[in-house]
């Protein structure tokens, strides 16, 4: 039963702006880690937005941390506002105006930043309008981490990814027979990952669970074996028959058959007509540096040679419309791909007048799937905001076997399901820590020591997360994905595995980090492994980083502005 009545404007308005913080922690924080994965062509944006939906959502109310951080008292004392609980209430909403308003404009831009800075940022804020910026701390275990995080994440995740990378290309990938390497380092590659995955659940996901050393050792290389062991039996065979003996009669369900999948019998020969299904093209819509460079010159030869009228102002700039039109060439040429009505992820609108239910189901549904209706990758060639050469940063990039990229599929869904997990278990707490403390002042008139966070709220910011990655995250994954660099499944599964060890690396020495910027690390540190500085995109990389280091301010100063602003009114007397 709530205790200030007086106030209930206040928290009203503090839970509209928790559910759009919330919703923009989804279209941000939630998107990049599935933006990889779309990236590569590993999964479809729809198949990502389900698996990271049922990920978030779970982890979020499963295992999600039943005790708020009391409102990051590592930045601010909350017993500061003993004599006037009041004030933190309106503390806690300025505090999630702040970070959502700058959330939905970072977002919108695809400028992917850490939304726990955000929401540090609009603490200091407060604390400043209202017991003064000497009562902040700014120690190690305090606002400092941001700071020490803008280096020590992307840092310690860069050289991991490059690693992992550097090793998978020239003893695999690279090598003369790197489809059968791909296939025998599977079970070595998934013992990793489930092993890695464990970990990071277990230190990170699952704080509020008391698990003792030796069960978490037990439990990482129980299911690290298991992990492998499964892979071996059920997936290597199924992968064997697929592109070792290229059965083109195998379907997914197959693969429940395991080991007795060795036993089936050759393939008939195909049917006059029918074309076999072959393997994904991950590198569709990339030319390799010859390709381009063929295309380019034909392109400039008959533009000398059909020259008429002046040059249009240049198109590359606007975010609405597909750069490099279609070249006049010869069809011997390579040629960029293009979008088509065929490849088209919208239906098209049915027959019938507007005022038909059919029509109008079909509007209803344009509305609604909006988020995942978008072609991210066609999106990821346009030069929005930074413009950059993109064709030829992908250009250098080395092409690999595409047989052997599609042995790294499935272990990249596996790393970017769990990071999703994860997040949902340990972030949206913290997220959400604000909104709870604001919860419990509102409802018992008293600032406590420890703020219990109830079951609604965790499902109430697990679904606005949701939520916003449904109908926003495709903003980040544009920016998280190509045009950064070029990503195919094994460079994503190695940035991947690589934020995971980050995060268990810093979980364990209580080092400050950011998933958003380790996921970032890990995408430069695979493009620099490609051996070439130009492999990546350094105008993105300084405008993320810009966008990471004005979080802070900018947050804390509408904050505080919007606080002091409040309390400092002018008032009729009473």
């Not at 702040?98 to 804020?125: D, E, Q």
């Not at 540190?525 to 070439?532: Q, R």
């Amino acid at each position: 039963m709530a205790v200030m009545h007086r106030y209930d404007y206040i928290f009203i308005l503090t839970a509209i702006f928790a559910f759009l913080d919330a919703w923009n922690i989804g279209a941000n924080d939630v998107a990049n880690s599935f933006a990889s994965s779309v990236s590569s062509r590993s999964l479809t944006l729809k198949q990502a937005m389900v698996i990271a939906s049922i990920c978030e959502f779970a982890g979020s109310v499963s295992v999600g941390s039943r005790v708020a951080d009391t409102i990051r008292t590592k930045i601010v004392d909350p017993h500061l506002f003993d004599e006037a609980p009041q004030v933190l209430l309106l503390a806690m909403m300025c505090t999630i105006l702040a970070s959502s308003v700058f959330l939905t404009v970072a977002t919108r831009y695809g400028m992917p930043i850490s939304t726990t800075h955000s929401i540090i940022g609009g603490l200091i804020g407060t604390a400043t309008a209202t017991v003064g910026i000497d009562k902040v701390n700014w120690g190690w275990k305090g606002a400092s981490q941001v700071f020490v995080a803008w280096v020590v994440a992307p840092g310690i995740a860069g050289i991991i990814g490059a690693a992992v990378f550097f090793f998978t290309k020239h003893v695999i990938l690279t090598n003369r027979n790197a489809v059968r390497r791909a296939f025998w380092c599977i079970p070595f590659f998934s013992f990793i990952t489930f092993g890695s995955v464990t970990m990071l659940i277990a230190w990170k996901g699952l704080r509020t669970r008391d698990i003792t050393t030796l069960d978490t050792i037990i439990a990482i290389f129980s299911v690290a074996v298991g992990g492998a062991l499964l892979h071996a039996s059920f997936v290597m065979p199924y992968l064997w028959v697929r592109i070792i003996r290229q059965d083109w009669t195998l379907r997914w369900y197959h693969a429940l058959l395991g080991p007795f999948l060795l036993r089936r019998r050759p393939p008939p020969p195909t049917p006059r007509g029918f074309v076999k299904p072959q393997i994904k093209d991950y590198y569709r819509g990339h030319l390799t540096a010859e390709e381009l460079s063929y295309v380019r010159a034909s392109e400039s030869l008959l533009e000398s040679v059909q020259m008429h009228g002046g040059n249009g102002p240049s198109d590359l700039d606007k975010d609405d419309e597909m750069i490099l039109p279609p070249p006049a060439q010869s069809p011997t040429l390579p040629s960029r791909p293009l979008s088509s009505a065929a490849e088209s992820l919208v239906p098209p609108r049915p027959p019938g007048s507007w005022k038909s239910l059919r029509v109008i189901a079909w509007r209803i549904n344009r509305f609604l799937l909006r988020g995942i209706e978008k072609d991210v990758i066609s999106m990821q060639r346009r030069n929005a905001v930074l413009s950059w050469d993109l064709e030829d940063m992908h250009s250098r990039a080395p092409h690999f076997d595409n047989r052997a990229e599609y042995m790294f599929s499935a272990l990249q869904i596996l790393t970017a399901a769990t990071a999703s997990f994860t997040h949902g278990a340990n972030d949206v707490s913290n997220a959400i820590a604000p909104f709870a403390t604001a919860f419990d002042v509102w409802s018992h008139g008293v600032v406590r020591d420890q703020v219990e966070v109830p079951i609604w709220v965790l499902c109430f910011g697990g679904g606005a997360i949701v939520l916003g990655l449904l109908t926003f995250g495709y903003h980040v994954m544009r920016t998280l994905g190509n045009r950064l660099t070029l990503i195919s499944p094994t460079r994503g599964f190695c940035m991947e595995l690589a934020t995971a060890i980050t995060v268990i690396i810093a979980t364990r020495l209580r080092l400050p980090i950011s998933t958003t910027q380790c996921i970032t690390g890990a995408t430069v540190g695979v493009g620099l492994a490609n051996g070439d500085w130009r492999c990546i995109n350094p105008k993105l990389v300084g405008w993320i980083y810009m966008g990471w280091i004005i979080t802070v301010p900018v947050t804390a100063l509408i904050s505080g502005c919007l606080m002091g602003m409040i309390i400092n009114a002018p008032r009729w007397d009473s």
